[in-house]
């Protein structure tokens, strides 16, 4: 049984930092390409940044560049973002994908406020 558990979601002031961590279970983990998304409410899911089973390519959206830090632990099997410099536009439920050429799998989501 495949399974993305997201941690590290909360609320946090606008400036402020997180770090979310996807542990993925039932999957062999290195041959799958990662991706951070979000969704906001009212608004598409949309991709945040994905890192290949590597790590040698990372994509991130243009709204996250330079604030946002994907990367990924193959021996754990966990994939990582490292959020700074939030802003309340962050907001949104994060979620975990794992995608190879056959399949993509979705973690169940963590929620990230961005408010003072």
């Known amino acids: 049984q495949v399974q993305l558990v997201e941690s590290g979601g909360g609320l946090v002031q606008p400036g402020g930092s997180l770090r979310l961590s996807c542990a993925a279970s039932?999957?062999?983990?290195?041959?799958?390409?990662m991706g951070w998304y979000r969704q906001a409410p009212g608004k598409q899911r949309e991709l945040v940044a994905i890192?290949?089973?590597?790590?040698?390519?990372?994509t991130y959206a243009n709204f996250v560049k330079g604030r946002f830090t994907i990367s990924r632990d193959n021996a754990k099997n966990t994939v990582y973002l490292q959020m700074g410099s939030l802003k309340p536009e962050d907001t949104a439920v994060y979620y975990c994908?794992?995608?190879?050429?056959?399949?993509?799998?979705w973690g169940q989501g963590t929620q990230v406020t961005v408010s003072s």
């Open positions: 039932g999957i062999i983990f290195y041959s799958y390409t």
């Open positions: 994908n794992a995608q190879n050429t056959v399949t993509s799998h």
């Open positions: 890192i290949t089973s590597s790590g040698r390519t990372i």
